[in-house]
């Protein structure tokens, strides 16, 4: 099993940034993919961004290319999601996904990612 807690969710004014962290614990493993994910009221949830086993391929939505960089430390079991130039249709609740295997690749649908974290709220004001 494989455990995910996201935090550094928050309300921002438009224009802003906020640092996600999801950090796992269990049987984890650095060879995993993670992705960060979102849902807003009323909409499905959508693929935010992605990052393979070793940090070295990404893969990031068209809605914020350029505004928001993912990225890990795997000797910390953590991935981030730093979001700037925050906007208020960025406004959801954020998920962490993990896709256990070894030196997985970067996995964009939700259906490739087998554990998630509870999510954490982020609100932006305009």
């Known amino acids: 099993q494989v455990q995910l807690v996201e935090s550094g969710g928050g309300l921002v004014q438009a224009g802003g940034s906020l640092r996600l962290s999801c950090a796992t614990s269990?049987?984890?493993?650095?060879?995993?993919?993670m992705g960060w994910f979102r849902q807003a009221p009323g909409k499905e949830r959508e693929s935010v961004a992605a990052i393979n086993w070793s940090g070295g391929s990404t893969y990031y939505a068209d809605s914020v290319k350029g505004r928001f960089t993912i990225s890990r430390d795997n000797a910390k079991n953590t991935v981030y999601l730093q979001m700037n130039s925050l906007k208020p249709e960025d406004t959801a609740v954020y998920y962490c996904?993990?896709?256990?295997?070894?030196?997985?690749?970067?996995?964009?649908?939700?259906?490739?990612?087998?554990?998630w974290g509870q999510g954490t709220q982020v609100t932006v004001s305009s």
């Open positions: 996904a993990a896709r256990p295997g070894h030196k997985v690749g970067v996995a964009i649908t939700e259906y490739e990612y087998e554990y």
């Open positions: 269990g049987r984890t493993s650095s060879s995993y993919a």
